[in-house]
């Protein structure tokens, strides 16, 4: 395989995203040398290497989805990097990819981190909703802009390394709170005669109804005012929270899921904040 050939690359990881990732790029004509650190099977078209530096040493492009950064610096550690271009597909933290963006960068390859916004079964499947964060060189970026749009759309956040893992790890903190919102609702009507398959569509619908909540969020932080568009004060949600937890108890459910978010809403209402939104419990969060 030569490292000139814009149709082909190479892929460290073996697990179930990356094979996916593999699969994407195999059907879309590619060719693909893989290696992984235990002996696991190739998706069928591949290319496997015996080891990780002759792997690395077949192309140019080189995609790493390992499981962390530990991971990833032991398996290039040693490897000749001169020349190629890394894409660190692995969860990180910003901090652990702007690290490996220097390590990579003093060994004569470029870089760039991604953090992707999907589950393997949406790789490489058209209209599943998937994208990846990516940010690093932006000449890697726009050299192999059309391999990378393969396994799933592309968003670009910028030269700083760092911010694609932001991003993910951003959005997926968002995406956990919601769950805790979720298990606590299903945990209050569980000892009802209430389906939770019935509830199910009225807990969503309500969740996307209130989703447009981090817009007015958005608009506050940018403005500095946390009084602007105020319809539901914090001295009325934090009233409103009294309610919450005496129902909880009534339900015998723990409260520990809500608790750490209403003690900061009550913190930020008891010190002059109870016409604001929730937006000034961030500035609590601020270290």
């Not at 395989?1 to 149709?7: A, D, E, I, L, Y």
């Not at 447009?212 to 934090?238: P, R």
């Not at 929270?241 to 009534?250: G, I, K």
Request: aromatic share 6%; hydrophobic share 45%; proline share 4%.
């Amino acid at each position: 395989m030569s490292v000139h050939s814009t149709k082909a690359l190479t892929v460290l990881g073996l697990g179930d995203m990356g094979s996916a990732l593999i699969r994407s790029w195999l059907t879309a004509g590619y060719a693909v040398t893989v290696w992984n650190r235990s002996p696991r099977r190739a998706p069928e078209g591949a290319s496997v290497a015996a080891t990780a530096a002759a792997a690395v040493a077949d192309n140019t492009l080189v995609v790493v989805c390992l499981l962390d950064d530990a991971s990833v610096r032991a398996t290039l550690d040693g490897i000749e990097l001169n020349g190629r271009d890394i894409v660190n597909l692995t969860t990180s933290t910003p901090g652990e990819a702007r690290g490996l963006s220097e390590w990579v960068t003093a060994r004569g390859g470029r870089f760039l981190d991604g953090g992707i916004m999907a589950v393997p079964s949406m790789i490489g499947v058209a209209d599943s909703g998937a994208y990846v964060f990516y940010s690093g060189s932006p000449e890697l970026h726009e050299t192999h802009a059309e391999a990378l749009a393969v396994p799933a759309g592309v968003t670009y956040v910028g030269a700083d390394p760092g911010f694609a893992a932001l991003y993910d790890i951003a959005l997926l903190s968002a995406m956990w709170g919601m769950f805790a919102g979720a298990a606590h609702a299903f945990a209050l009507i569980g000892k009802e005669d209430i389906s939770p398959v019935e509830f199910a569509p009225l807990m969503v619908a309500y969740q996307q109804a209130m989703a447009g909540y981090s817009f007015g969020t958005a608009g506050q932080l940018a403005s500095g005012d946390y009084t602007e568009g105020v319809e539901s004060n914090l001295a009325m949600m934090v009233s409103t929270n009294r309610t919450l937890l005496r129902t909880a108890a009534e339900q015998n459910v723990s409260p520990e899921l809500l608790t750490p978010f209403m003690t900061l809403m009550e913190r930020r209402a008891t010190a002059g904040g109870a016409h604001e939104s929730t937006t000034g419990v961030i500035d609590l969060l601020r270290r």
